[in-house]
């Protein structure tokens, strides 16, 4: 069964600081990868998803992620954090055989960015 | 461009009455859709999905339903409402065009449905 993992139930930065919020997987196969953002009483916005190809992905709103498929990881960054990223980051896997039911969330990571 | 319009935001019922909650994509035909529940504001799990008109699918037991009575539209359903019902609904779509454009699933805004 695939799995995701998000360690980090709550991560503060401090705005102009470089952000990572972490994201592990396991599937089967290969993996399609995505980052979903939530602001409060909001629905899930797309960020970036891996598919295939350059295993450093750029995103919506200066974010990208980077796929390591040794340590199975997926884990998203940005450079300098800004107090409007302030939400629930959420990391979501599916294995590419199989269908986008079966897509995977995590717990959700709430990124606090203080000003 | 593809939006999803999703109704009423907010929803307050008393336990046993019905519900139904609606879901309409557009800019696209033939959507795979989704209802979501979040519970606790973070867990995501997944009750129904339909890859078209008439086609659902359950994914967990429980004390709802879902139609899909025209092509973009996906309606959330229950008889009588139960306490446990509350929760904040999120209906879904994806298209199915190509495989690496079609794999990307994109949310509505959310219901927050209160049973009281």
């Known amino acids: 069964a695939q799995s995701v993992a998000q360690p980090e139930d709550q991560v503060n930065v401090a705005e102009g600081n470089p952000l990572t919020v972490k994201c592990t997987y396991s599937v089967s196969g290969n993996p399609y990868l995505f980052w979903y953002v939530q602001y409060p009483n909001r629905g899930l916005q797309f960020l970036l998803k891996y598919i295939t190809g350059d295993n450093l992905v750029k995103g919506s709103y200066g974010f990208e992620a980077e796929f390591n498929k040794s340590q199975t990881s997926f884990h998203l960054k940005k450079p300098s954090a800004l107090v409007s990223d302030s939400a629930l980051y959420f990391c979501a896997v599916r294995d590419i055989s199989g269908s986008a039911r079966q897509l995977t969330f995590g717990s959700g990571t709430q990124l606090t960015v203080l000003p | 461009s593809q939006t999803i319009h999703q109704w009423p935001a907010t929803l307050v019922q008393p336990v046993g009455s019905p519900l139904s909650l609606e879901c309409t994509v557009e800019g696209t035909s033939n959507p795979n859709l989704y209802w979501y529940r979040q519970a606790a504001g973070r867990g995501l799990q997944l009750l129904f999905y339909?890859?078209?008109?008439?086609?659902i699918s359950s994914e967990v037991p429980q004390n709802l339903s879902a139609s899909r009575p025209q092509d973009r539209q996906f309606i959330l359903s229950s008889k009588k409402l139960l306490l446990s019902d509350s929760g904040f609904y999120l209906c879904?779509?994806?298209?199915?065009?190509?495989?690496?454009?079609?794999?990307?699933?994109?949310f509505g805004e959310g219901s927050w449905l209160t049973v009281v």
């Open positions: 339909s890859v078209g008109i008439g086609q």
């Open positions: 879904a779509w994806k298209t199915e065009r190509t495989k690496l454009s079609g794999n990307t699933i994109y």
